[in-house]
């Protein structure tokens, strides 16, 4: 009777045997293929850093140079017309001081 077990126990362990082998391929598999997905994944997230970071100094650049031009513009208004932009402050003091002293 253990004579006749025995090709049986064999094929078993062989079966065991390429099961762990199978194992280990589909785990080294899974594993490539999450490294790749995570490579491509960091990949596209610098790529997206680096849009926005040049996109983010465009908008600073551009924010900087229109405030730039906005002081330049409201000097030269002061400078052409010294009593218009005097009595415009004083007019707008008064505004806001109306409104603040009501709250």
Do not use: W
Not at 12 to 21: I, P, Y
């Amino acid at each position: 009777m253990a004579a006749e077990r025995e090709p049986d126990l064999e094929a078993l362990r062989q079966d065991v045997a390429r099961l762990r082998e199978d194992l280990g391929k589909l785990t080294e598999s899974a594993k490539e293929t999450a490294r790749d997905r995570a490579e491509s994944l960091r990949s596209r997230l610098e790529g997206n850093a680096h849009h926005l970071r040049h996109e983010a100094e465009r908008v600073y650049e551009e924010g900087r140079q229109r405030g730039q031009h906005a002081a330049e513009y409201l000097e030269n208004t002061i400078s052409e017309r010294p009593v218009t932009s005097l009595l415009t402050a004083f007019g707008l003091g008064l505004v806001l001081g109306a409104f603040l002293s009501r709250r």
